[in-house]
């Protein structure tokens, strides 16, 4: 199947500062990616979807301006946690979509202390 | 809203036996994803249905698409240990977004 990857695997940054996640489909180009965050032990909430070259939709509860989002490429889409506090801390995973199919990164650990 | 009911959300059993998860909703989807999540790491797609009616089978594992594609199962047969993880379905609507049923956590004891 299609790889996404995602970086960094694990990060951990004090309360205030901004933390940049990466998400890219290595070998398909995805013109819709998307970023979830996962509790523990429950399913994907979705976040926001990001088109290549336009603004993300967000759900609704997110902050677009917390979490901002930036589609570059057709294989690149960054999410960017500003002005971290330690309940954005969670697992952050993306997802590239091809045809019917999303392809999901291994996820991001955040830690904010 | 659209749902997508998975149950059970928690399955506890022995290596060897067998077991159905559903994923159930009253939204008609134009396909329907499964994926298993080991923890700590993203959800790899297992199968896509497409077709109502539609049965894929991955060894010990089969997919069942509903006949109205508003529901839709996994069964595993003789269950192991490797096969414990959390287990997700995704509906995909008309448009591009995945409804996600809320996973069964399997748990296969040896």
């Known amino acids: 199947g299609a790889v996404v990857s995602q970086h960094p695997s694990r990060v951990i940054c004090k309360s205030g500062t901004s933390v940049k996640i990466e998400c890219r489909s290595l070998d398909f180009q995805a013109t819709t990616m998307f970023w979830y965050r996962q509790f523990p032990k429950q399913s994907l909430m979705l976040m926001a979807t990001s088109n290549e070259g336009s603004k993300a939709t967000y759900e609704q509860g997110v902050e677009k301006d917390k979490f901002l989002i930036n589609h570059a490429s057709l294989t690149l889409s960054t999410l960017t946690v500003t002005s971290a506090h330690p309940e954005d801390s969670s697992f952050y995973i993306c997802?590239?979509?091809?045809?019917?199919?999303?392809?999901f990164g291994p996820g991001t650990r955040l830690t904010v202390t | 809203t659209q749902l997508l009911e998975q149950s059970p959300q928690f399955l506890s059993i022995q290596e060897g036996e067998n077991l159905t998860v559903y994923c159930n909703s009253s939204s008609v989807f134009s396909s329907l994803q499964w994926y298993r999540q080991e923890p700590g790491e993203g959800p790899v797609l297992l199968v896509t249905?497409?077709?109502g009616g539609e049965v894929k089978k991955l060894k010990r594992l089969t997919f069942q698409f509903g006949d109205a594609r508003k529901d839709s199962s996994l069964h595993i047969t003789a269950a192991q240990p490797g096969d414990t993880g959390l287990y997700l379905c995704?509906?995909?609507?008309?448009?591009?977004?995945?409804?996600w049923g809320a996973g069964t956590k399997l748990i296969i004891k040896p």
């Open positions: 995704a509906g995909a609507p008309s448009n591009y977004q995945l409804i």
């Open positions: 997802s590239a979509k091809t045809g019917y199919e999303q392809y």
């Open positions: 249905v497409v077709t």
